[in-house]
């Protein structure tokens, strides 16, 4: 193994300890409960599913690995997209924190069955967000093109332009049921909305700089939603 390797294998595993400790606090701390057993299985779903990707990753496409770590407001290298992402950080922080004190002030009462039906989206989610992943070796984390770049056309690129979006919006607007929250449903639709912003932006930028990309966008007609939109 190479020190780069090694290096990007390193910081992986770090952000992704990280990641999981930091959502469990934001998680438990508002709930001031350990029993609030939606966050258990919702924690517990989202933890396996990001450590099976990040070990496919390891094991499959280093380089998408590394530049899936390259992510926030920071990253970015446009004053626009620095903003988007800066929303979208905040509302993906309250997304995680207001079902804990939704939780622990009893505002919502979702039923077993949303809840759990909200589990298997969440779910869903994330193994279309695999499948990209698996499709797409230039699925950055943030706008920008590589040098070798090509148009991906197949798996579901060939339903959808944006399907790790699509993965990414079913996810988060299933969070808040999972979690037995209506009140972050809020929260969801306004990080959605963020998302769709920055679905424009990455058009505009790929239909500028990627040879073909025109030609696929008249192909491949819906953008985020298959048959609708």
């Known amino acids: 193994m190479n020190p780069g390797t090694r290096e990007i294998k390193g910081k992986a595993f770090l952000g992704l300890v ?3 400790v930091l ?11 350990l029993s609030f057993w939606q966050a258990w299985v919702f924690w517990f779903i989202f933890s396996i599913s990001t450590i099976l990707v990040t070990v496919y990753l390891l094991k499959n496409d280093i380089k998408l690995l590394e530049t ?6 920071t990253s970015e290298k446009e004053k626009s997209q620095k903003i988007i992402q800066f929303f979208a950080s905040i509302f993906f922080i309250s997304l995680a924190i207001e079902p804990g004190f939704d ?12 809840v759990l039906t909200g589990d298997i989206f969440v779910l869903l989610g994330f193994i279309i967000i695999f499948f990209v992943f698996k499709e797409n ?6 706008i920008e093109k590589d040098q070798e770049q090509k148009v991906i056309t197949t798996g579901p690129y060939r339903i959808v332009r944006h399907p790790m979006y699509t993965g990414g ?6 969070t808040p049921l999972a979690l037995g929250s209506y009140w972050a449903l809020l929260i969801s639709f306004f990080l959605s909305v ?7 932006y990455e058009e505009k930028f790929l239909m500028k700089n990627l040879p073909g990309y025109k030609d696929y966008c008249e192909k491949t007609r819906h953008r985020l939603i298959p048959f609708i939109w």
């Open 18 to 20: 990280f990641l999981l």
């Open 23 to 33: 959502l469990w606090l934001g998680l438990f701390l508002p709930a001031w409960s």
């Open 68 to 73: 899936r770590t390259k992510v926030g407001p």
């Open 103 to 114: 939780y622990r002030y009893h505002w919502s009462n979702v039923p077993l069955y949303l």
């Open 137 to 142: 070796s230039y699925a950055s984390g943030i």
């Open 169 to 174: 919006v079913l996810l988060l607007i299933s």
């Open 194 to 200: 963020v998302i769709v912003i920055r679905l424009f």
